[in-house]
């Protein structure tokens, strides 16, 4: 397998601009999870999905920020509108379930918002 | 609920000597524990994980951990530190049978100096 791909790697954009990220988890994993990692505040679990559907949201920073699973292959993360604090590293992990499970981590998209 | 305190936020050792990085967690359930390690410009991997069972688990890269219930700590450990080890560690707590994500700790960087 691929591994969980991500895509951009890097984003520079310009304040007041939409993102998109997207994330391809591991064929067959049942759990989504996009985090943010910045030197402040380290690494952060925005939102998660099981299934395709979103369980717990309550990390996203604020109305600006969305995400989607729209199918069990594809998932994307939007800033809109992006500012300079949205700059960081945003990951997406899948896993087959929680507890034991192992996450895998993609390779993370480096969002740097002027 | 979870939580996690890695002890350090920067270690600093030589190559060869022994490499001990600090994790302390709270948990109102037996928990699992993990350690993840990030190499530069790369998303998390795992290193190793404990579930049940023994308490000294035994990881890739020669890596080990030790579950101390009595002190509710995970400590990771190697005895001997290669240049390729520098990088940053989190360990990671999760609840048992594992109805909530992932909790991380703010990671440690180790450096290791020739």
């Known amino acids: 397998d691929a591994g969980v791909i991500q895509s951009p790697r890097h984003e520079v954009t310009e304040m007041g601009q939409e993102v998109t990220l997207r994330c391809k988890p591991i064929s067959g994993h049942d759990y989504l999870f996009w985090y943010r990692q910045t030197m402040m505040r380290g690494l952060e679990l925005l939102i998660y999905?099981?299934?395709?559907?979103?369980?717990?949201d309550s990390g996203m920073p604020e109305d600006r920020f969305s995400a989607k699973m729209p199918n069990a292959s594809f998932s994307t993360l939007k800033i809109q509108p992006s500012e300079p604090r949205d700059s960081a590293v945003y990951f997406c992990?899948?896993?087959?379930?929680?507890?034991?499970?192992?996450?895998?981590f993609g390779p993370g998209t480096r969002l740097t918002v002027l | 609920a979870q939580s996690v305190t890695q002890l350090g936020s920067h270690v600093s050792v030589s190559e060869g000597a022994l490499v001990l990085l600090r994790c302390n967690y709270s948990?109102?359930?037996?928990?699992?524990l993990f350690w993840y390690v990030q190499y530069p410009n790369q998303g998390l991997q795992l290193l190793l994980k404990?579930?049940?069972?023994?308490?000294l688990v035994k990881g890739i890269n020669g890596f080990e951990a030790e579950f101390k219930k009595s002190e509710t700590s995970f400590h990771l450990t190697k005895p001997s530190a290669h240049m390729s080890d520098a990088a940053e560690y989190f360990c990671a707590v999760s609840d048992s049978p594992g109805n909530t994500p992932l909790v991380f700790g703010k990671g440690t960087r180790l450096s290791v100096i020739a």
């Open positions: 999905f099981n299934n395709n559907v979103p369980i717990d």
């Open positions: 992990a899948s896993s087959l379930g929680q507890g034991l499970d192992t996450q895998y």
């Open positions: 948990s109102s359930v037996p928990p699992y």
């Open positions: 404990y579930t049940t069972g023994a308490t």
